[in-house]
Each structure stands twice: as C-alpha cells, then as structure tokens.
C-alpha cells in the first residue's frame, strides 16, 4: 500500500498555495514507479530549479506553473487593503479558523464596505458560508454561491399528526413519486412540470443562459443531491396562531431544501471563471473575484443570479403543489 503525500506535506516542502497544490497532488498520485520519499526528494528539487524539468516527461506542469508563479509581480494584481475594517461576529468562539481567515481576507477586498459571520459559519469558496459581505457596486460570483438561491420551504397542511403515523407507507411513496433524487437526475416527456419562470425573458438575455433552459425545465420540481431533501414532519402549535389562522394543535408539514440545480451550478461556474479573468486578486483571494455591477458582466450576471434563485422557487413551488395534490390536503400555512 502506498503512503500518499498530502496537500499539507508539499505546502511544508515550500511550496504556494493554490492550483500549483493540485498540480503536485495530482502528479502524485500517478507516483511513476516512485517511492514516497523519492517522490519528495522530487518535489523539492522541481522547487529549487523549475528550469531543469521544463522538459520533464512527469514534473514539467509542475515546474512551468512554478516558472509562471515566480514571474508574477504585485502590479499585477488587485492591491488588497492592509487596513480593512472590523467585521460583526456572532458565536466567534465556535467558528472554525479557515472561516474567520477567509473572512479576514473578504474584509480586505477594495470594494468591501462592511462583513459579518453568522453562527453557523464555515469555509466556503472564498467568502464563508454563514460569512455576509457588503460591497460597494460589486458582486462576486462565488460569494453568492455555486447553489444559486438554495433555500428552505414549508407547508403546513391541514392533515392531524395521528393520520400521519397511521398512513406513513402513503407519505412516503408519495414523495418519492413527485419529487426526484441526485445529482444531475430530472423529469422527462410528460412527466415534465410547467411554470411562469419558464417564461422569463431572461432566458434570452445571451446564447449561455438560453442554451440552460432545457435542463432547467427537465430538473424542475426536482430536489438534487448533496444535503437536499423533502421530508415529512410534525408541526406543533402550543396554542392558536392569530397570524397564520392555525388553531392550537399539531399538524403534518413538509419541509423541502433544494437550490437552483444544475443552471444554477453552471450560471455559478461561468461567471465566476469570467470574474476571475476580469479580476485579478493575488492568490488568497482569487475565489473572491468580483464584477463590476456597472458593466455589461456584471449586469448580465446579475440578471441571470436572480433568474436561477426565481427558478430555485419554484422547484420548491412545484414540489409543495404536486403534494397537496397527491394527499389531498390543503395548505393552512
């Protein structure tokens, strides 16, 4: 068995952070009839003297992207302010350190007016998630996320608790007939749902949105993969909610988590690539690049980040509508 190399050991070595970890990570685990240690003694000298394996058949990525690394100069860059601002925490003392670090990098973009983490924070890509940044007329791709709009929804229905436990083989098979499951997976032919953001002029702003309108009609009304999900519960109101105009008593609701799917995921990745060309950030910051909210990029992304979230609501909306069709219930809340 071989004793691989981590992303930790070659950054020991000397190394900078970034793709250049991927390139020797991914050199790595092809070994070449190396042993670990030869492979480190590699490593290091590919470090010390790029030039020499320019040619190499195996190290010459490795040593051109360190050759092009050496090349870059400050100017080239972004300058990040050395002096930013504070941020408001809220539960700092459980937040992990690699989501207060990208926080503090956040902080120092030009364009930041004032940031926040939230209890729940962790590392994200680039800005934490939980982590809040306020810009001044600039978005950065990746600070909205790669799972444009995902959010939570719930339907309180008008079906009591006891019902539930005494059908739960119905609940269940009816969520696994109106919603769909995985990465990538959609609804074909007639099983396909419609809804008004279908009709949204956005999706004829420019060739890549209109090119996702297929897709996303297809995965409508579909959950995903990862941390999705559509689950049955109870709801217990202690005594009568005035707003709501629910009695006192505990009720069956649905819970569904899901995002913008597979146009949100490639609206994320698009953009942000067209940032990061746009955006030149020094290496701790690049997952940070942002546009300018004046330009043509920037408005056309902007266009197509609120098209994905409109789409994320209505994958929820279909799925809550297809539900209390099948159940036969209706929605107090």
């Given at each position: 068995m071989k004793t691989q190399i981590s992303g930790t050991d070659i950054l020991e070595l000397g190394f900078p952070e970034g793709k250049i970890i991927g390139?020797?990570?991914?050199i790595n685990s092809k070994r070449n009839g190396f042993t670990r240690d030869e492979m480190i003694t590699n490593f290091k000298n590919v470090l010390e003297t790029p030039e020499n394996y320019i040619d190499d058949k195996i190290f010459s990525k490795l040593a051109v992207a360190l050759i092009?690394?050496?090349?870059?100069?400050?100017?080239?860059?972004?300058?990040?302010?050395?002096?930013?601002?504070?941020?408001?925490a809220y539960g700092l003392d459980h937040i992990e350190d690699?989501?207060?670090?990208?926080?503090?990098?956040?902080?120092?973009?030009?364009?930041?007016?004032?940031?926040a983490l939230m209890p729940d924070a962790h590392q994200g890509y680039g800005l934490p998630i939980g982590g809040v940044l306020a810009t001044k007329?600039?978005?950065i791709p990746y600070g909205v996320g790669v799972d444009i709009g995902c959010r939570m929804a719930l339907s309180v229905y008008d079906i009591p608790e006891d019902f539930y436990f005494e059908n739960e083989?119905?609940?269940?098979?009816?969520?696994?007939?109106?919603?769909?499951?995985g990465a990538g997976h959609g609804f074909h032919g007639q099983y396909k749902s419609d809804h008004a953001v279908l009709e949204n002029d956005t999706f004829n702003m420019n060739p890549f949105v209109k090119n996702l309108k297929d897709k996303a009609w297809s995965q409508l009304g579909s959950s995903g993969g990862g941390n999705h999900f559509v689950e049955f519960g109870i709801m217990e109101f202690a005594k009568d909610d005035v707003v709501l105009n629910i009695p006192k008593g505990k009720y069956v609701a649905l819970l569904t988590h899901s995002g913008s799917r597979g146009m949100g995921a490639t609206i994320a990745g698009h953009?942000?690539?067209?940032?990061k060309d746009e955006c030149k950030l020094p290496?701790?910051?690049?997952?940070?690049?942002?546009?300018?909210?004046?330009?043509?990029?920037?408005?056309?992304?902007?266009?197509?980040?609120?098209?994905a979230g409109d789409y994320a609501s209505a994958c929820h909306e279909i799925i809550h509508n297809k539900m209390e069709r099948a159940l036969g219930a209706t929605i107090l809340a």
């Open positions: 390139i020797a990570l991914k092009e690394k050496s090349n870059e100069k400050p100017e080239d860059f972004i300058a990040l302010n050395q002096n930013p601002n504070a941020y408001s690699g989501a207060r670090k990208q926080m503090e990098v956040a902080m120092k973009l030009p364009v930041t007016v004032a940031g007329n600039a978005i083989a119905k609940f269940k098979r009816e969520l696994i007939a109106n919603s769909i499951f953009y942000t690539k067209i940032a290496e701790v910051a690049k997952n940070l690049a942002y546009l300018d909210m004046n330009s043509q990029l920037g408005q056309e992304y902007w266009l197509a980040m609120n098209l």
